[in-house]
């Protein structure tokens, strides 16, 4: 069992930053490739950006490439979402996903756990 817990959201305006974290327990967390998903009122949820489990590969939807930039910390058990130039069309919740030994882009459906998620909304 693996459990995630996202912080760092919050109220921002348009062109604002915001560093989202994630805390994870439980079991070996360099084991895990850890995404970021969004879902915004009424769409499905959606990829945002993904860390390998070996931390040497980054992925991202290309509608944040070059605005948003994901981290891990193994030894703080810790991956990060670092958002710069939001737009109101980043406002969603976001949340924190883990699949062990993965490392390449997720769909929803190749999730082994979830976070509870952390609600960004960015003011135009």
């Known amino acids: 069992q693996v459990q995630l817990v996202e912080s760092g959201g919050g109220l921002v305006q348009a062109g604002g930053s915001l560093r989202l974290s994630c805390a994870a327990s439980g079991r070996s967390f360099s084991w895990y490739g850890m995404g970021w998903f969004r879902q915004a009122p009424g769409k499905e949820r959606e990829f945002v950006a993904g860390?390998?489990?070996?931390?040497?590969?980054?992925y991202y939807a290309d509608s944040v490439k070059g605005r948003f930039t994901v981290a891990r910390d193994n030894a703080g058990n810790t991956v990060y979402l670092q958002m710069s130039s939001l737009k109101p069309e980043d406002t969603a919740v976001y949340y924190c996903?883990?699949?062990?030994?993965?490392?390449?882009?997720?769909?929803?459906?190749?999730?082994?756990?979830w976070g509870r998620g952390t609600q960004v909304t960015v003011s135009s």
């Open positions: 860390i390998g489990w070996r931390g040497s590969s980054t």
């Open positions: 996903a883990a699949k062990a030994w993965w490392d390449s882009y997720f769909s929803p459906n190749d999730v082994d756990y």
